[in-house]
């Protein structure tokens, strides 16, 4: 009898032990998301070890890996709970939500698992399928949706990749588009397999780990600069609409903290960078057959440059320099494809980063422009540092396109070009 009580009491002091272990290691950081734009390497320790650490540390981090959106969640997951243990994080769970079957979210067993989680891990695949397995037709959250949201107030982080990133918004939510199609075309609410490249958007939004700013993804890479920008315009004045959005490139990660709060802040690691655009004060003229968009800024944030989510503003890291007075070339350069991404030329900068990156660098030019390959109409993209508060900041490597280049409030107008 003793002997029992002695090893109830026990038991009862180390649960209790780990129960304040765990409630106070957590918030330390608080509310916090690591998202990356998609093609995370193997070897991108950086950005693994933020979520690990953020996640409670090595020996302490229990990772919930979502992989619902995947068309093939359980292989997915087998994939993330490999790299999870090569880097000693011996505890990871498939947390079984699916888009195929809704009522797991509803499942007091699926609720427990995801109660017990330091983090969570949202893997690539469809960011619809996400949604369709953790929030009910209607938009409401499900219940494993509602045990998420504790979790992430008690301070497990939230971290995903590409379609694990544009879920996390509380705005409306990407699923798909190409730019020029988006510009031409304009959003729709609903996919049409009749017209795959144009641009739609899910009106029930995301799951609502980031206020304010609409998500995007693989951004630089794949020339996502004219969806983004059409999606804000024609979705800022409805329901879940803003004026904010942000374009996170690959194997890059967004690491925000005191999300939700005024304290919200990002800080941008990894290998290229994230475009931060504020559509808030551009006015579109649409007449019939055309469509012209100005007054738009434009932002580009690379590693170890911050931002405050409520008001944008920016500090740029200490290894980074301003460029005025010191610009390494006479012209700016121009681009005949300006949303091919890094499409024709993976070693360059992608096509939109290299011409508005250039105005910075260039000692005779403060503007240049760059058209969409594709015609019938064709947009001209024009670019411009024009206010006192547009700055370039670099860190010198090897030559221009090695060079990491940040800048801010860059002024971008889209004007369809009459033939
Ligand atoms: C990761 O691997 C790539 C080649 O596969 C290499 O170019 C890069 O420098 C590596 N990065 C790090 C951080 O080791
Ligand atoms: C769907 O999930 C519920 C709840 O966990 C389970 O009872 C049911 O068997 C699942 N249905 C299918 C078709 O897998
Ligand atoms: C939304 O749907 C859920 C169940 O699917 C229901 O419980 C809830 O009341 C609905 N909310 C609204 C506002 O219709
Ligand atoms: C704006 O353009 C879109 C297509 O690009 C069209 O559907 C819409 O009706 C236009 N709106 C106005 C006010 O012209
Ligand atoms: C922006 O917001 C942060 C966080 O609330 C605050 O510390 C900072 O002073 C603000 N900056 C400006 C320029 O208002």
């Known amino acids: 009898m003793c002997v029992l009580i002695q090893l109830f009491l026990t038991a009862s002091l180390l649960l209790c032990a780990y129960g304040i272990l765990f409630d106070e290691i957590l918030p330390q950081y608080g509310r916090s998301l690591v998202l990356v734009g998609g093609n995370l390497a193997l070897n991108n320790s950086l950005i693994y070890h933020k979520i690990v650490t953020l996640a409670g540390g090595l020996g302490r981090a229990k990772l919930g890996i979502i992989t619902a959106a995947s068309s093939n969640p359980e292989g997915s997951y087998t994939y993330y709970q490999e790299i999870f243990r090569s880097l000693g994080v011996l505890q990871t769970t498939y947390i079984p939500v699916s888009a195929t079957n809704s009522s797991l979210a509803q499942d007091p067993a699926t609720v427990q698992l995801i109660q017990t989680q330091t983090g969570f891990f949202f893997g690539g695949g469809d960011q619809y399928r996400i949604i369709q397995a953790l929030k009910t037709d209607n938009g409401s959250s499900t219940p494993a949706l509602v045990a998420l949201e504790e979790r992430f107030t008690k301070g497990a982080v939230i971290a995903g990749t590409s379609a694990g990133l544009a879920c996390q918004t509380g705005t409306i939510m990407i699923r798909s588009g190409m730019s020029w199609e988006s510009l031409r075309h304009g959003a729709h609410d609903s996919y049409s397999a009749s017209h795959p490249d144009d641009l739609v958007y899910e009106p029930r939004g995301g799951l609502g780990f980031i206020d304010g700013y609409l998500l995007d993804q693989h951004f630089s890479q794949r020339g996502r600069e004219g969806r983004l920008i059409r999606l804000l315009a024609d979705t800022r004045s409805g329901p879940l609409g803003t004026n904010r959005g942000v374009g ?9 903290t005191h999300s939700g709060t005024p304290e919200a802040r990002a ?46 503003t920016i500090t740029f890291s200490t290894s980074k320099t301003l460029m005025l007075g010191h610009e390494q070339y006479s012209r700016a350069l121009t681009s005949a494809d300006i949303f091919g991404g890094s499409r024709r030329n993976p070693d360059r900068k992608p096509e939109f980063v290299r011409a508005a990156t250039s105005i910075f660098d260039s000692r005779l030019d403060r503007s240049t422009y760059g058209d969409t390959k594709k015609s019938n109409p064709r947009f001209r993209v024009t670019m411009a540092r024009t206010g006192h ?31």
């Open 267 to 312: 800080e941008i690691i990894g290998q290229f960078g994230a475009t931060f655009i504020d559509v808030s004060r551009a006015s579109v003229i649409n007449g019939s057959g055309y469509y012209d968009i100005r007054d738009i800024f434009v932002s580009y944030l690379t590693h170890g440059d911050e931002i405050f989510l409520s008001n944008m």
């Open 389 to 419: 508060d547009a700055e370039g900041w670099v860190e010198r490597r090897s030559g221009f396109h090695s060079d990491i280049t940040s800048y801010k409030n860059m002024y971008v107008e889209i004007n369809e070009l009459k033939v």
């Open 248 to 256: 996170v490139d690959e194997n890059t990660a967004l690491v925000i």
